[in-house]
């Protein structure tokens, strides 16, 4: 390993060290990147799951972006009760 890296012979230096360190970011960001777009982008592992498109978490993401209002949000959300209940609760 010191003969690869001694520049003093006409070695390559101790530049040639840092490529394993090059190679392992490359591939830790292509690893990244396919997990960011690929698996959560398209409905993949990270979005799944009953949680995410059940009536009530809908009903909580349209009262939390304004298009229904307070009034609105709290009589929908004793009619969904009814039918799905919440989790704990009786359905």
Known sequence: ???LAHFGDGGPGPWIL???LIWALVIGGGIALLRRTVWRGRGGPARTGPAQ???I???GH???SGDIDEEEYW???SVLDEQ???KG???
């Open 53 to 55: 498109d059940s009536p």
């Open 18 to 20: 840092l490529f394993p």
């Open 84 to 86: 799905f209940g919440r």
């Open 62 to 64: 349209r009262f939390a």
């Open 89 to 91: 609760g009786a359905a």
């Open 57 to 59: 978490t809908v009903l």
């Open 1 to 3: 390993m010191q003969t």
């Open 75 to 77: 009589r929908r959300l």
